[in-house]
């Protein structure tokens, strides 16, 4: 069962510190989606990709947020420098865009103290 | 960009019982909508989803309508179970492709 894998699953920070999160779509799918998503609350998108490029990153503070798709099996999101309010789980899902579900990854729990 | 927003934000019923969960949606251009399962401390999965070429879809206990005039969908589960205690989210695929969730709506099914 192919499975979108994220890593690292948790992340204890510092404010200031810098953050990278990565994620290894399954095979085959060409869009790459991040959702950030505190408190069981909504999906936030943040950023996604088909083909590697990117096509909206309007959710993500442009500032200290980045998200790049170095090559088809990894995508990254950073975050320089981080800072309390961006704990939460960010999400990675990947999928075949168009009419097609998204399958995610277990998430990254981010703690930013 | 779409918006997708979902009602009501909590819903408790009794085992047995059934459910609906309401989901509106801003881009007429939108053809997919699908429906996730969030169970505490793990990923949304993907439960039930439908295409604006049809009106409705049925999957055992889970059936989802969809009126695109109105640009509204639902879930509705029948039968509830306490296993079906979870936050479900759904969502609309737009006009880039990019797929936009409503707040979510947490289920407490009591035994």
């Known amino acids: 069962d192919a499975r979108v894998t994220q890593t690292p699953r948790h992340k204890v920070t510092e404010m200031g510190q810098e953050v990278t999160m990565r994620c290894q779509p399954i095979?085959?799918?060409?869009?790459v989606f991040w959702y950030r998503q505190t408190m069981m609350q909504g999906l936030e998108l943040l950023a996604y990709?088909?083909?590697?490029?990117?096509?909206?990153d309007s959710g993500m503070p442009k500032d200290r947020f980045s998200a790049e798709m170095p090559d088809a099996t990894l995508a990254t999101l950073k975050i320089q420098p981080s800072e309390p309010r961006d704990s939460a789980v960010y999400f990675c899902?990947?999928?075949?865009?168009?009419?097609?579900?998204?399958?995610f990854g277990n998430g990254t729990r981010l703690t930013v103290t | 960009g779409e918006n997708v927003e979902q009602h009501p934000s909590t819903l408790s019923v009794q085992e047995g019982d059934s459910a609906v969960i309401k989901c509106t949606y801003s881009?007429?251009?939108?053809?997919?909508f699908p429906w996730y399962k969030q169970e505490l401390g793990k990923r949304p999965q993907l439960i039930i989803d439908?295409?604006?070429?049809?009106g409705e879809k049925k999957d055992q206990r889970i059936a989802v309508t969809l009126n695109k005039t109105a640009k509204h969908f639902s879930l509705h589960i029948t039968e509830t179970q306490p296993e079906d205690s979870a936050v479900y989210f759904c969502?609309?695929?737009?006009?880039?492709?990019?797929?936009?969730f409503g707040a979510g709506t947490r289920l407490t099914v009591k035994p």
């Open positions: 990709f088909r083909n590697r490029a990117p096509l909206d």
């Open positions: 439908i295409r604006s070429n049809v």
């Open positions: 881009d007429s251009a939108s053809n997919y």
């Open positions: 095979l085959g799918h060409n869009t």
């Open positions: 969502a609309a695929a737009g006009n880039n492709n990019d797929m936009r």
């Open positions: 899902a990947s999928g075949f865009g168009g009419n097609s579900p998204l399958h």
